[in-house]
């Protein structure tokens, strides 16, 4: 079974910064595409980014040039750098990857899997 575990969230000023990181583990063959996405009170849950296993990468337009996205490969591990952190940033993050794991002996995709959610609170 694939667990996806994140990490860092917490509670920042206006203009702060801070640093998600989520972790997969279990038996992986190959992750594709790792992102992030985050649910505001009360609205929908939404793409924050995106960054596939060659390293190409997509933000959504309200992060673009104040976030990054990053994975390492090898570690199976995804990270969120935010920067300039406005109040409307404030959200439950979620990690979600797409996995190809070995189960029963066959290698076969698990469909998207999300991470429990970590909260981020930006104070005005």
């Known amino acids: 079974q694939v667990q996806l575990v994140e990490s860092g969230g917490g509670l920042v000023q206006a203009g702060g910064s801070l640093r998600l990181s989520c972790a997969a583990s279990g038996r992986i063959f190959r992750i594709t595409k790792m992102g992030w996405y985050h649910q505001p009170p009360g609205k929908q849950r939404e793409l924050v980014a995106t960054?596939?296993?060659?390293?190409?990468?997509n933000y959504a337009d309200s992060v673009k040039g104040r976030f990054v996205i990053s994975r390492d490969n090898a570690k199976n591990t995804v990270n969120l750098q935010m920067n300039s952190l406005k109040p409307e940033d404030t959200a439950v993050y979620y990690c979600n990857a797409d996995v190809i794991a070995i189960m029963g002996g066959e290698v076969r995709p698990t469909g998207p899997l999300w991470g429990q959610g970590t909260q981020v609170t930006v104070s005005s």
């Open positions: 960054i596939t296993s060659a390293g190409s990468t």
